[in-house]
C-alpha cells in the first residue's frame, strides 16, 4: 500500500453545541485532497481522537470516504491501550473496507518493548489485509517504540510503516538501518520532514498540510527529483508556520488557523482550549507573511 508523500492528520469540526460538524468535515476533506494530500489520518491526535466515541469516528471515517473517494486514501485511528479494544476498532475499519491504520503506543500504562511488540502483533493479525502504521510519539504516550522492536514488527506482513514523532533524527536513523527498504518511514514532525528525507523518510504525517499541503508536495518533489536546495528553500519558508502550529498544544492552533483561512471547523473539546490572544496574533502574522 502507497500511502503518498503527505498524509494529513485531519481536524475533527465541530459545531457550537460540541457535536461533530460532519458537512464541514466532508467539505474540508475535499478542499484537502485538492491541495495535496495524498492520505487522510482520521481520528488521530489532531483529530482530537481522546475526545471522540467510537461511534462518532466510524461516521467520520466513512464520510471522508465517501467524500474523497478516487481522490485520496483513508487511514483510521483505531489505536488504543487496551488491546483488545484496539482489536475490536481495527476490524471494524477493514469492514469498512478503508485503506489503512494507525496505531499508536499505548499511553499512560507503559507497556515494556515485548509488550508494546506483541500489542501491535496481535492488532495487525487480526486483520491481515489492512495494512498498520505504527505511530511512536513518547512526548504524548510516556514510552518510546524503539528501532529494534520496530524492526521485529516490521517483519509482520501488514505492518508497513511507521510515523515517528520522537523528534530524535538519531532513532529514525536506525529505525532506517534495520528495516527493509520497502517499510515506509514518515516524519511525525513538519518541521523534521526535511531532515528526515535526507536519512530515508518518505514522507510526513502532517498538521500543516491543512494549509500548505501543495508547498510541502513541491518540497517532497524537490527534494526528490534532486533540487535539494528548492526544498531548503521551501521549508526555510514554512518553517515559522510550523512552529506557529505548536504554540500550543495541537491541534487548538490549526484550527485557529483555520478559521483565519475561512474555515469555521469550531473549538476543540474540553479538556483543550481556546488559543491565546498571542497564540492567535503569531498565526495571523505568520500567515500574512505565507500570503505576501
Keep these: 500500500m502507497d500511502f503518498g508523500r503527505v498524509l494529513t492528520a485531519m481536524v475533527t469540526p465541530f459545531k457550537a453545541d460540541g457535536s461533530i460538524n460532519y458537512a464541514k468535515a466532508e467539505q474540508l476533506a475535499v478542499h484537502l485532497a485538492d491541495h495535496g494530500t495524498d492520505t ?12 471522540l466515541t467510537w461511534d ?7 464520510v471522508i470516504q465517501r467524500a474523497t473517494a478516487g481522490k485520496a486514501k483513508i487511514m483510521a485511528g483505531t489505536g488504543s491501550n487496551s488491546t483488545r479494544e484496539a482489536i475490536a476498532a481495527t476490524q ?3 469492514k469498512l473496507k478503508l485503506d489503512g491504520s494507525l496505531q499508536v503506543v499505548p499511553y ?18 487480526s486483520a491481515p489485509d489492512l495494512p498498520v502504521m505504527l505511530y511512536n510519539v513518547p512526548g504524548r504516550t510516556g514510552q518510546n517504540l524503539q528501532p529494534e522492536t ?4 516490521a517483519e509482520v506482513p501488514n505492518i508497513v510503516g511507521i510515523k515517528e514523532a520522537s523528534g530524535n533524527l538519531d532513532q529514525a536513523s536506525q529505525i532506517r538501518r534495520l528495516t527493509p527498504p520497502e517499510f515506509a518511514i514518515y516524519s511525525g514532525d513538519d518541521s523534521l520532514t526535511l531532515p528526515l528525507l535526507a536519512i530515508g523518510a518518505k514522507g510526513v504525517v502532517s498538521v500543516a498540510s491543512h494549509l500548505v499541503g501543495n508547498q510541502l508536495q513541491q518540497m517532497i518533489q524537490s527534494f526528490e527529483g534532486n533540487q535539494p536546495q528548492l526544498a531548503t528553500q521551501i521549508h526555510l519558508q514554512l518553517f515559522p508556520l510550523f512552529k506557529a502550529l505548536f504554540l500550543t498544544t495541537n491541534p487548538i492552533p490549526v484550527k485557529a488557523a483555520l478559521k483565519l483561512r475561512g474555515w469555521d471547523v469550531g473549538s476543540t473539546r474540553l479538556p ?5 490572544d498571542e497564540v492567535v496574533q503569531t498565526l495571523k502574522t505568520v500567515l500574512a507573511e505565507l500570503a505576501s
Design 150 to 153: 520496530v524492526a521485529r514488527l
Design 40 to 51: 487522510f489520518v482520521v481520528c488521530g491526535t489532531t483529530g482530537e481522537s481522546p475526545t
Design 272 to 276: 483543550l482550549s481556546e488559543p491565546s
Design 108 to 125: 499512560y500504562n507503559k507497556p515494556p518493548q515485548e509488550g508494546l511488540y506483541q500489542h501491535f502483533k496481535a492488532i495487525a493479525e
Design 56 to 62: 462518532e469516528e466510524y461516521e467520520l471515517f466513512q
Design 92 to 94: 471494524k475499519a477493514d
